[in-house]
T-cell receptor, first 120, second 116 residues
Framework: AQTVTQSQPEMSVQEAETVTLSCTYD???????LFWYKQPPSRQMILVIR??????QNATENRFSVNFQKAAKSFSLKISDSQLGDAAMYFC?????????????????FGTGTLLAVQP | DAGVIQSPRHEVTEMGQEVTLRCKPI?????LFWYRQTMMRGLELLIY????????DSGMPEDRFSAKMPNASFSNLKIQPSEPRDSAVYFC??????????????FGQGTRLTVV
């Protein structure tokens, strides 16, 4: 079974600085998707960025980028120029790309989350 | 589209009562998921449906929990009888398998359930 591990329960960063959140995963599959979700105090789950395992290029979305190391099964999130609004819980998630009898296995497997505080 | 809609946003009930949580997925999505979030266990997948059919309910904690999806636009999760340890935030999410680009799940705002 696949697992996702986030080893940093809490992180803190100064406004305008850069912070990196860690995520590792375990899978025997070769084709899958990885995601970072943000959950602010409103508790809404918001997709931050996605990465397809077959792509070597790291995904980037404005101030958010990932460092995807497939061999090491590592998927870290870098937030540049941190803003107060970035303060939230961040979850790393894995989704298989395998097509099963019932259709693509779309279920997301989540890590335990990293609570990010942004200091003014 | 209004996104995934869950109701109610908050529910407080007494132990032993039946609780029903509701979800309307995004129109056109063929997958629907129910997750539970607690401080101790994080986000747990309870059950998911594909084209209204339950695919995997191995995450449903006990027989007190049941979920149905009578049509493509509605699902409910029932707890009967409820217990204090069921207190959590319950999320519904939906996704589509029709596009390789939109691989993520879209979440509702969750229902915070408190059983006293």
């Amino acid at each position: 079974a696949q697992t996702v591990t986030q080893s940093q329960p809490e992180m803190s960063v100064q406004e305008a600085e850069t912070v990196t959140l860690s995520c590792t995963y375990d899978t025997s599959e070769s084709d899958y998707y990885l995601f970072w979700y943000k959950q602010p105090p409103s508790r809404q789950m918001i997709l931050v960025i996605r990465q397809e395992a077959y792509k070597q290029q790291n995904a980037t979305e404005n101030r958010f980028s990932v460092n995807f190391q497939k061999a090491a099964k590592s998927f870290s999130l870098k937030i540049s120029d941190s803003q107060l609004g970035d303060a939230a819980m961040y979850f790393c998630a894995y989704r298989s790309a395998r097509v099963s009898v019932g259709g693509a296995t779309n279920k997301l497997i989540f890590g335990t989350g990293t609570l990010l505080a942004v200091q003014p | 589209d209004a996104g995934v809609i869950q109701s109610p946003r908050h529910e407080v009930t007494e132990m032993g009562q039946e609780v029903t949580l509701r979800c309307k997925p995004i129109s056109g999505h063929d997958y629907l998921f129910w997750y539970r979030q607690t401080m101790m266990r994080g986000l747990e997948l309870l059950i998911y449906f594909n084209n209204n059919v339950p695919i995997d309910d191995s995450g449903m904690p006990e027989d007190r929990f049941s979920a149905k999806m009578p049509n493509a636009s509605f699902s409910n999760l029932k707890i009967q009888p409820s217990e204090p340890r069921d207190s959590a935030v319950y999320f519904c999410a939906s996704s589509s398998s029709s596009s390789t680009m939109n691989t993520e799940a879209f979440f509702g705002q969750g229902t915070r359930l408190t059983v006293v």
